[in-house]
């Protein structure tokens, strides 16, 4: 059974720091490509940042660019997501998600999601 569990989101002011984590199991996690979404209220869900399973090869958004960073740990079956210089339009509901082996730009495991609330 796959589980994704993001923890890490919550209240912080413009231009604070937040990181995103999470947990992942019942798979094999080393060899499948990962990806953040978010959801703000009113929006439709959109890609963040992914990463491939090897770390080689990543993709960020252009809204975050430069001041996030995607990360995964093999070992530890954990995928991060860095948020710096965070601005009142970060703010949304942040999933972590795991691609198809057969097309890695298509997800088809979801977290629950975490919250990021970024006050201005």
């Known amino acids: 059974q796959v589980q994704l569990v993001e923890s890490g989101g919550g209240l912080v002011q413009a231009g604070g720091s937040l990181r995103l984590s999470c947990a992942a199991s019942?798979?094999?996690?080393?060899?499948?490509?990962m990806g953040w979404f978010r959801q703000a209220p009113g929006k439709e869900r959109t890609r963040v940042a992914a990463?491939?399973?090897?770390?080689?090869?990543?993709y960020y958004a252009d809204s975050v660019k430069g001041r996030f960073t995607i990360s995964r740990d093999n070992a530890k079956n954990t995928v991060y997501l860095q948020m710096n210089r965070l601005k009142f339009e970060d703010t949304a509901v942040y999933y972590c998600?795991?691609?198809?082996?057969?097309?890695?730009?298509?997800?088809?495991?979801w977290g629950q999601g975490t919250q990021v609330t970024v006050s201005s």
């Open positions: 019942g798979f094999t996690f080393s060899g499948r490509a």
């Open positions: 990463i491939t399973w090897s770390g080689l090869s990543i």
């Open positions: 998600a795991v691609a198809r082996q057969s097309n890695t730009a298509s997800y088809e495991y």
